[in-house]
């Protein structure tokens, strides 16, 4: 079974920087997408980045400039570099990955709080 584990997560200032990792392991095969979500109380799971086949990113529109997605091809990881942190942006963040056709995978999570 294909297990994420993120980590990285913790209480910032706004303005701050914080980076997220997930590592994939149980498979040593290439995982297709990788990429992260966010949910935050009282709101539905929302992608943040990701990137698709390895190449393609995509990132939400509250987060562009700001956020950077990046992936080791040669291993199944995935990191976010967030900068200039606001306060919306706290929440639960969740690594995501998938093969090419297969069911999507899901880390357990890691908490980001953004306060003064």
């Known amino acids: 079974q294909v297990q994420l584990v993120e980590s990285g997560g913790g209480l910032v200032q706004p303005g701050g920087s914080l980076r997220l990792s997930c590592a994939a392991s149980?498979?040593?095969?290439?995982?297709?997408?990788m990429g992260w979500y966010r949910q935050a109380p009282g709101k539905q799971r929302e992608l943040v980045a990701a990137?698709?086949?390895?190449?393609?990113?995509n990132y939400a529109d509250s987060v562009k400039g700001r956020f950077t997605i990046s992936r080791e091809n040669a291993k199944n990881t995935v990191a976010l570099q967030m900068n200039s942190l606001k306060p919306e942006d706290t929440a639960v963040y969740y690594c995501?990955?998938?093969?090419?056709?297969?069911?999507?995978?899901w880390g357990q999570g890691t908490q980001v709080t953004v306060s003064a």
């Open positions: 995501n990955a998938r093969f090419w056709s297969g069911p999507d995978y």
């Open positions: 990137i698709i086949r390895g190449d393609s990113t």
């Open positions: 149980g498979t040593s095969f290439r995982l297709s997408d």
